[in-house]
């Protein structure tokens, strides 16, 4: 697409269970891959598509007898590309939801998932929609198949809100939206009796009841208002407004026509609302468009649904011819190329019998709905006098209001009976009233007023020619983008793996054109490119002769045969190539390209690299000195507070040794003070002792000796007396001898005298202090 410039388109068919939906999951992620945008914050756009899969399918998928998850409604996902090739934008168109099923099933097939999941979910918002199991609501307990293998409705009932969460769906959006799809059930079984008037009903029981009111105060409306709106009609006259009564099985049908309604808004309200968060990009002039549309249906019974769903099938054929076959073999023809013309089954005569103005089958339906008193019968009658040479209808042979079509994928009989109900597409009034009034700003946002010029041509509009015009809309989208074509195929009708059902299988094929389709691709020349473009394409495989002065003709010739390709043709404006050749091409032209490439970006990469390592050096040796220094004065800080903690550790040790040294030489004073004081005491004590014992001795001695003394002493005095007495006598005698001798005797007789005196006193005196 990038390469082209031009859009693309996808176009996804096969029969319905063939696997569509599955693929275009596939699709969608594989573009998502390509052209998503990674690291963007949020949400981006491929994935909220991607995320808005699980919500469409809860609300547009059904079990069918052919498929557990078929698609009830046509796809197209438009993915939009910026400049750049990353995806901008995407929006989602659906195509005619299946509107019956809403209020009909029948065994095996179950109604949209979304009235299961609803009654599977927690206990809470079962008590809050007052639901109860499916099988006691009127629209779910048509069919017997309640639950199917492989779904488990409580777990997608928690997906579905999860998926809404993750498209941007609010809170209260969600619950006004599950509040909608649980009145959708109450409406349901609202039953209706005979009134007492004629062609009057009432609500039958008082279970009918409960469930009117319970829907009226779900929907948010007056209650009464919403039973009017079911058992009465109001009809405009020209003399005024006149109410009417219906009876019981008008007002069923009004009811049911009601809850289609209801449903079907429910469902583009979604569509719209799911586009409006994504978001489009108007300024993208590139899309991918994959389309994944309702295969082609033929059941027992075939009604409206399955006419538009055939009709569309018929469609896409026509436009898979139209490229496949009919432009390619012309564009051979107008290029005079060697070319055998290859047959195919054209079904312009199909689209003609339906869609033709006038005449077509739908023209005459919307033809048939204009008048009230047509009824299917006539207009079956009118179907098969109109088209009675067709070789594409035909009258079944025992039936009064059936036809047959020769679709290009089988006859399908297709029974008239609801065909003109089915059709008429308008909001009866009073509905439309009473939902505007709706004090809920979701219901009422459903039903918009009509605008009043706009009411009369509502009532007339058919849902088959809505849906052709959607269709040529389509048609038109398609036509302007490149399509691409995947054909599934339905292996088995069993629905289970590895089982290949040959002879279906082969009518698949067959019927689609797909052999064909094969045959052409072997034979043709599937890539064709203008010679200019061509030659600005693949000139770089040749260079040297683009310098030869030839046309354009001559030169894309000359590049082709250097190349070397065989089996090319060259047509008047354009190289025809078959398939597999324009790969090659690209992918020398590739292989070319990244060689150059390569010398290119090795001297680039040299130049960045270079460039980069002088950065890197400058700031790693700025980093490096920077962290060094960091690291230094982080040492320094360290070394610091290491000397600190040492200086604090020494101080504190110094103190606490000083403390204990103190208090230990304290403790030792004392102690030495207390030894002291008791050896000091010890020794005075013993010293005083001694001093006494020694001063008692010396008392004692001195006493003792005293008395020896003066024992001594009176003996050496008595003895001394007593000498001195004999020497004194012997001198006396002496003396007195000389004296009478002579005078000197007379002196020391004097002299001795005087000593004898003296002595006497000192004897006295001695005495005296004994
Ligand atoms: N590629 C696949 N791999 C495995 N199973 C697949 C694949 N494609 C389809 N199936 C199975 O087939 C079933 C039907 O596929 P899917 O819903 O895509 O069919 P469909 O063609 O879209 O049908 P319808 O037209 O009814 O919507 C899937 O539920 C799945 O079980």
Redesign the pocket.
Known sequence: MMNEGKSNSIL?S?????????????LMRYLAFLGGRSGTGGRTVEQQVLESNPVLEAFG?AK?V???????FGKFVELQFDKSGKISGAAIRTYLLERSRVCQTSSPERNYHCFYFLCSAPSEDIKKYKLGDPSSFHYLNQSSCIRVD?INDAEEYLATRNAMDMVGITEEEQEAIFRVVAAVLHLGNISFAKGTEADSSVIKDAKSRFHLNTAGELLMCDCEKLENALIKREINTPEGVITTTVGPNSATVSRDGFAKQIYSRLFDWLVNRINASIGQDPSSDKLIGVL????FESFKTNSFEQLCINFTNEKLQQHFNQNVFKMEQEEYTREQINWSYIEFVDNQDVLDLIEKKPGGIIALLDEACMFPKSTHETLSQKLYEKFKNHKRFAKPKLSRTAFTIQHYAGDVIYQSDHFLDKNKDYVVAEHQELLNASRCSFVSVLFPPAPEENTKSSKSSSIATRFKMQLHELMETLSSTEPHYIR?V?PNSV?K?AIFENTNVLQQLRCSGVLEAIRISCAGYPTRKLFHDFLHRFRILAPEILKEKNDEKTTCQKVLDKIGLEGYQIGRTKVFLRAGQMAELDARRTEVRNTAARGVQSQLRTHVAREQFLILRNASVCLQSFVRARLACKLHGFLRQQAAVLKIQKNIRRYFARRTYSQLCLSAITLQTGLRTMAARNEFNSRNQDKASIHIQSRWRRHRDNLSYIKLKRAALTYQCAWRGRVARRELRQLKMAARDTQALKVAKEKLEERVEELMSRLSLEKKLR
């Open positions: 996804v096969g029969e319905s269970g063939a696997g569509k939906t599955e693929t275009t999951k596939l998928n069918t052919r498929n557990n998850n078929s698609s009830r492989g994944d549309i309702y295969g599934c339905k629905l793996p």
